[in-house]
């Protein structure tokens, strides 16, 4: 049976006439079709239509909207559409350490009248604009300025202890105070320097790091991140089906293993199916996060082994290797 197209949409630009699909053909059987989230809106959320912040940074906050892939984020002054400046056009990508996607974007601005406006993207479709109008002033005194963080991104997930921690200098500083907090939020530890960065040996778990400016007797709020430090590599797999040297009658295989998680960041496993002894042709090659995996397979001998890593960028050991011939 043929597949059907749907979604069909036309454009034409320039005179050229271009085709964009909602549906992803990937054989007759296995259609793929990308949400349509063109009749969603992204509702704003802050800075909210026609108010006044106060400050020297804005951050843009929006409600999440389902099946968006991207948001596109942009800020203009005075405003859309007649802008005499687009001062942001950031897009926010899925973060690739847990899939999760922000909703929301700090940035350092002059005082201003601006528009802010987000549409939500994916694959095949976006949503339209919503759009929110702001004006920004100085702070009435220090306290209410914001410490923009610079690096390492919120909810960052590293194997690296040695972390480089930056912000963005606030005007009439003296100084700054970082802390970091445990998952008790306890202070773990706490300095200060007159500089914007700060080079800091974490323990392994998960940490707030926050920071806030100072002058004389007057502070800002602290700004805040979350941060996972995962040290420890994954257990290496013990191979269970198919047995070694084991022999079936069926294509249809299951590959199974066993391996002990360990406390820290998500974990998976990399099967490896090849068709040589030497392991140099590679018949199949997956990532799984259940310890098992189907494929099928033609007649012959095989050769599997499966290397666990996790999303903080650790690689356990290899598996040993079996072997199964298929009749």
């Known amino acids: 049976m043929m597949p059907s197209i749907q979604n069909i949409k036309s454009y034409f630009i320039s005179g050229v006439q271009f085709i964009l699909l909602g549906v992803v053909i990937t054989g007759c059987d296995d259609i793929t079709e990308i949400p349509d989230i063109s009749d969603k809106e992204v509702l704003l959320i802050a800075p909210a239509d026609g108010t006044t912040v106060r400050g020297n940074a804005v951050t843009f906050t929006w409600q999440p909207v389902e099946d968006a892939e991207s948001y596109i984020l942009q800020v203009a002054t005075p405003g859309f559409p007649n802008a005499s400046q687009v001062v942001i056009d950031h897009t926010i990508e899925r973060d690739t350490s847990d899939n999760s996607l922000a909703t929301s974007y700090s940035k350092e601005m002059l005082p201003n009248t601006y528009e802010w406006r987000v549409k939500a993207v994916n694959s095949g479709y976006e949503t339209p604009f919503s759009t929110n109008a702001f004006t920004l002033t100085e702070s009435d005194g ?5 410490v923009i963080l610079n690096a390492p991104e919120d909810n960052q997930v590293t194997n690296e202890a040695e972390i480089t921690l930056s912000w963005s200098a606030i005007t009439e500083a003296t100084g700054y105070r970082i ?36 002058k004389d007797a007057e502070s800002t709020l602290y700004s805040s991140r979350e941060i ?6 994954p257990n290496t797999p013990a191979l269970t089906a198919p047995a070694d040297d084991s022999a079936t009658g069926d294509t249809e295989i299951t590959f199974s293993w066993n391996r002990e998680n360990v406390p820290g960041s998500a974990e998976y496993d990399r099967i490896s199916v090849y068709s040589d002894e030497s392991l140099e042709t ?34 356990g050991g290899v598996s040993s290797t079996f072997s199964f011939t298929i009749n």
């Open 228 to 233: 996972l430090v995962d040290l420890t590599v």
């Open 179 to 214: 802390q970091i907090l445990d998952d008790s939020e306890s202070v773990v530890q706490e300095e200060e320097t007159a500089e914007t960065s700060l080079e800091v040996t974490f323990e392994e778990g998960g940490f707030t790091w926050q920071v806030r400016a100072e």
């Open 142 to 146: 220090f306290s209410e300025n914001t």
């Open 282 to 315: 590679l018949v199949t090659e997956e990532d799984v996060n259940t310890k098992t995996f189907t494929a099928t397979l033609e007649e012959g001998t095989y050769y599997w082994n499966v290397q666990s890593f996790d999303r903080a960028g650790n690689e």
